[in-house]
């Protein structure tokens, strides 16, 4: 089983930009569609954005516009890119893999971004 690790969170001050990195153990490209999810302090985790082998993209409504996921299947690595940065997006953030339509089976450890105001 593919085995995820993020990096590239961090603190940060509203209006600022961060990029998170999600590296898998295997080939990325094995994979249909990968995801970056969030959790704020204490709320549920909620889907951010996804991006398929294609390069097909979603993202909720509250980044769009402001976020941007990427994937490079010769790193083996799935981005995000995060601009504009707002105290609301402080959150653990995870990537998740889904090998095989959008059902995920594996989360990364997650990644603490703190947007101070």
């Known amino acids: 089983q593919v085995q995820l690790v993020e990096s590239g969170g961090g603190l940060v001050q509203a209006g600022g930009s961060l990029r998170l990195s999600c590296t898998t153990s295997g080939s990325i490209f094995s994979i249909n569609v990968m995801n970056w999810y969030r959790q704020p302090p204490g709320k549920r985790r909620e889907f951010v954005a996804w991006?398929?082998?294609?390069?097909?993209?979603s993202y909720v409504d509250s980044v769009e516009g402001r976020f941007t996921i990427s994937r490079d299947n010769g790193e083996n690595t799935v981005y995000l890119q995060m601009n504009s940065l707002k105290p609301e997006d402080t959150a653990v953030y995870y990537c998740a893999a889904a090998p095989v339509g959008n059902t995920i089976t594996t989360w990364g450890q997650g990644t603490q971004v703190t947007v101070s105001a």
């Open positions: 991006i398929t082998r294609g390069g097909s993209t």
